[in-house]
Each structure stands twice: as structure tokens, then as C-alpha cells.
């Protein structure tokens, strides 16, 4: 992962170089995803708790209600 | 160009030119400058930080926004907004028309430059009977976050010059407000936003989501203007304070709560207990000389922060709200996934538009009786057509983000719950989307078609043309259908039927790709 294989070997001063300005980069983009998994988590458990545990009560017209309601400050 | 008067001082600028392209001006010392027109501030800016120099001198061209006006005459002042004064004035001919230049909104109102370089109603211009309802709208905002938990103050250039002035800054133009929640980790301080957003939105107001924490809260003042006051969301984590969208700083939560308070304007409003610590992480340590110019040196590393935890989540929304502006007043009509999708499912029940625009598709499925659900990020797009259609029991419009997923779990979950036959329409949407969203895209039209045999109806330019298709459509560029073929894929769809086609028969006509896809293999 992150260029591990680029270690290996012998390597100029150059190569080395170029390969651990690879490695950052693929490091930087892998950092930034996992920054944004942050949002995603919070969304999720924001949808689960205020709409599936309703679910899971069977409730048909307090679910009706929630749907409507959860989508109505989208913005 | 046309020179009527020139008045210098001593330590005056040199400028060796001035016309409808700009300032030339002689000089290497860096200095901030204010243009006024007719003895009213218009811009500011830092000589070299701004300027372009050159063999002869610095450049200054005008900025964009400003430009459309500079047709006629005015008395330019270049004026140090510190000790030293006026630094040159001379009226100027712009254009040929004879008349004072008026930098002024439809209204009449004067505008002049933020540090953004938009062409605002800056705070100069207004006079005290028009401040006192901003003043209540800050006072209401910050009593309803208070009902929700939240301790929030007075940030950015609001508490600059509470703190610093006492009153509101004069070339700023908006108020924002911060606050430092109790939770220290991202997702935490997330979920705390959406709950912000939902008891706001039960109190009566209407909010726009900016980021994961950032909001707007919209008054409508005493004046009957409507303001949106941004809300900053922060939080404390390991001794660093981090505040949306340019603090990243070393900080102790002490320095914070509990709140002291600042004069602004005559009223008292709270801000963070030590306000030199609070200015100093916002705009270093010269916070206390003004400067109309700032712009914010945030470090790249706490914008890629602030990037990666809490945005992204209207890219492309301006981008459609301009499209749409541009385009309002085009014909309408039916697309041809319209017209495929009614004539493949006769017995169409509901019909969902992701990305409708301004609805005539859906007002056109709801003539024909079909249930017709308007789906787009960018509800100025479809806000005529709803109205129009108000008292249609056949016609919704949401408002839908495939970059939210809320709103890519939430609006299926709902629609999934209509009558069958359904079926899904999506017009020129793709092309504008990442691989997130396109992937959120093929999820939600998953959901919105579980338990019926409907299908999922795409066009999208494959091949961009010299026709103006392209930026007809707001398609802007193509997207190679081998793309979106392995998405579908992916996500566990099957494409039905494809068909690629040249919009019209002109030589080099551009070509769009009509894919029906579904997922019940």
C-alpha cells in the first residue's frame, strides 16, 4: 500500500525522490477519503435514528410522517 | 481618458494611467490603497499583493463585477485608510457618456467591493435606521440557537468589529455567528448540524445547509428584507480549536466559554471570553488595523481539513443556479426519455425526474395522469413550475442532493412507498456529476424502483459536437458510456437497451448516449 514496493531495491537519490512524492500524493488522496468518511458516517447514523428505528416500530402513518418531515428542511 | 483635475499631496501615489482597463501606477512599496468614486468607496486593495508589475509601473485592472459601470465620469480618489490620506484624486472619463457613474444595484442602493470582490451593499452605506434590523436578526438568531443548546458568539468580521470598533465593519456586508459545540470528534459535531438544522427549521425559519456545519439561517428583517446570517459550527479536539472555514489553531476552550460580551452598534452581544486570543487566531496579530483588503492566509493544510471533514456538498449547485438563469427563458420541452418512458410502461404510475430542472417533464407526466415527483439540488430551477402546480395532487418537487446522503437514503425510502409501476428519468445529469455522485445516482433509482418491474431511463452526452448541444443542455462535457456502464455494474444493474444518437442531422452534431437500465436480473 502507499508505494510499500517502491522500498525496495536499490534506487538512485532521483528515483527515490520521485517514488516518495508518489507515495505523499497516494497518502494525501487516501487521507483526504477518509477525512470524508466522516460526513458519510454521520449521515448514515443521522438516517438511522431518526427514520429506520420508526421503522422497526411498525408504525405505518407515524413512518408516513417522518419520511415527509425528514425530507422537509433538506436545503 | 480624460483628465479634468488632479489634486496630489505630499507621499502621493504616482499613477501614470487611468482608464476603462485600469490603474498603472508608480511604485515598489506595498501599501493598501481605497478607490472611492465620487468620494464613496468602491474597492480597496494591496498595491503589490494585487497588482501586476510591470516594466512601466504596477497594474491594476478592474475588477470584473465593476466593470459594466464605467461607462461615464466620476472623481477617482486613491486615499491610505490609515494616517496619510488622500494619496491622488482626479475625475476621470470613462466611456463617453456624460453622467456620474453610479455604482448602484437595481434598487438604487449603492454597492461597492467586499474582500471577495463581489459587488455587495456594503455596512458604509447603510445608515442607522437600516442597521437596527440586522442588529434584531442577530439578536433573533442567536436567542433561537440558544433554545437548540447552543452558546454561539458573535465571529469573523462581526466580532472584528464589535471588538475592535465597537460597530459593524464598513466595507464588510453580512453578520456571522459561531459557535464551539460540546463533542470533539467530526461526526459528532455533524450529526449535531442536522439536529441544529431540524429544530430551527420546527421554529419557523428557513436554513441552507453550506457544509456538514455550516448554515445559514434566514430572517426576514423589520425592513422586510431576508437575510441569511451564516452559522459556523467548531469544535475543540487535542488542543486545537478548529472553527468552519478558516480556523485551525492551538486554543484553549477557556478562551472561548464563558462568553464575555461586545458592543455592537449600541447593543451588547456575546463573543469569546479572551477576544484577543479569538481575533488573533482569526486574522493574526495586526487584527487591530484595519484593513478593507483582507484576505485570509489560511494555511492549505486546515483548508484541506475543513475540505476533506465537512464539504463538497453543493459542488455544481452555482454552477446550474447560473444554467438556469441563462436558460429560463427558452422554450420548454418534453425530453425524449419522456416520451420512451410513456410509451415503454403504458401503465405508468410514477414517474421520478432526478435532476428535473424546471419540471416539464414532470408537468407533462402529470397531464397524463401519472403521479410526477420533481427532483433537483437546485430548487430556483423548478420553483415557477411548482407554484404553478401547487394545487396538483399528482405533482411534488423536493429538493434532492445526490452528493447528500440523506437525501439519496431518505427521498428512495419515500418514493419506494408510491404506487407501481414506476419508472426513473435522468436527463443530462451525469455528465456533471464525480463518481460519487453518479454511483448515489444509480443507488437511488435502485431504491426509488424496488418491488416493481420499472426501469431506469439515462441520457447523457457521449459525444460533444459544434452545435451548442452541450451548453444547450447544461451537459457541458461528455462522458464516455463505457464509464457509466461499468458503474451500472457495479451497481449490480444491468443496462436493458442502449442506443446512441446524433441530435440532429447536421454535420458534426453532437451525439448523446439513452441507456434503460434496471436491477431485476
Redesign the interface.
Known sequence: MFGLGNRRGHRSGAEVDSSLEKRVAAL?EA??E???L??????????VTE?LLPVAARDEEKL?EL??K?????? | MRSLSQLRRPGALEVLRIDAAGLLVAGTREQLVDVSFDDRRIWSFWLLRDGEEGDDGITLTWPKPLRPFLDGVTEVTLSDPGARGVLFSRTVQFGERADRIAVVNPAGRPLSLDKSLKLVETFDTRDAAQVEPLLDAIEEVLGALRQVGLDAFLAYGTALGAIRDGGLIGHDSDADLGYVSTHD????V??ES?RI??AL?DMGY????YS?IALKVHVLESDGLDRGLDVFGGFMRDGTLYLMGEIAVPFEREWIYPLGTASLEGREFPVPADTDKFLTATYGPRWRVPDPAYKFTTPASTI??F????R??RTGRAGWHAYHKRTAHHAASVSAVAEEVAERHPDLATYVDIGCGRGTDVAWFADRGVTAIGLDFQPYAFDTEAQRRADDPRVTF????LL????V???P??IA?MPGPRAVGCVHVVERLGRRGRLNMLRSARMMLAGTTGTLHLQFLSEKGRDGYARRTGARKPLDPSVVAAEVEESGGRIVEQVREHVSDAPGSSQVCRMIIDWNA
Open positions: 494525501e487521507v483526504q477518509n477525512r470524508a466522516n460526513v458519510r458516517l454521520a449521515e448514515l447514523t443521522d438516517v427514520l408516513e419520511l415527509g425528514y425530507r422537509g428542511d433538506f436545503s | 470528534h467530526p461526526v459528532d455533524i450529526r442536522f438544522q431540524r427549521t428557513r436554513v441552507t445547509r456538514a484541506e481539513l475540505n476533506g471533514w465537512f463538497g456538498m423536493q429538493l434532492f442532493n447528500e446522503l440523506r437525501h437514503l431518505a427521498v425510502a419515500w412507498r
